[in-house]
């Protein structure tokens, strides 16, 4: 096995020295509840395996990367930084809230906090610092992309009224005035029928003389 450690870069360096740090510091008593001393496997139940999962991780990127083995796609170096961050909000959350230890008769001890705990979490935060460093500055650019982007919305066609834009009011004309009315036809009476006062002959409108006797019409 082709294992160098010249290979490794400083974060590398940095994420595996704590890793291995971590490890041991786990053995180490983090909670005093005055009769007995517990250490980190014994006190922190589900959080001690994710730490196991953090030290596995950093130590096995390290592993690969001294020995000049690919792991394919997997941002190594990204994953060791997660599992660092996540590691050491785990153990800080321990720390302001410590763990306590039911026992008879509800009786419930609280846990004081030993130096193992202090260690550990300067150890889980080295592992945090050495994956940041290791992905060259880039692990949370790298952690954006890998969130989904949301795609932007299409812009409004040309002309068409901004979002949420009342549309203007149609414009109403007032309707056009009626027609007048058309004017009645003038009833004409009709002329009165005029004789001759001497002959009794019907004279014509207009007739100055009667055309039987000659007589002159009356006016």
Known sequence: MDLKLQRLENGERI????????????FFGWFNFGFDTDNAWESLHFISPLLAIAIAAALGAAFMK??????GDIPSASVVFVLGCLSTLLILFRLIDPVSLSGAEGFQANG????????GLLAAAGIAVGGYLATGGTA????????PK???APPPPVGA???GARPPAASQSPPPPPPPPAPA???QAPAATAFCEECGAKL????RFCSECGRPRDS
């Open 15 to 26: 994420y595996a020295g704590s890793a291995a740090a971590l490890f041991v510091c786990m």
């Open 66 to 71: 001294a020995s000049d083995r690919s792991v």
């Open 161 to 163: 009224p901004p979002l």
């Open 204 to 207: 014509a409108d207009g007739d």
């Open 140 to 147: 949370l650019d790298q952690l954006k992309e890998l969130l």
């Open 185 to 187: 036809p003038v009833s």
């Open 150 to 152: 949301q795609q932007p």
């Open 112 to 119: 004081s906090v030993e130096a193992g705990l202090f260690l």
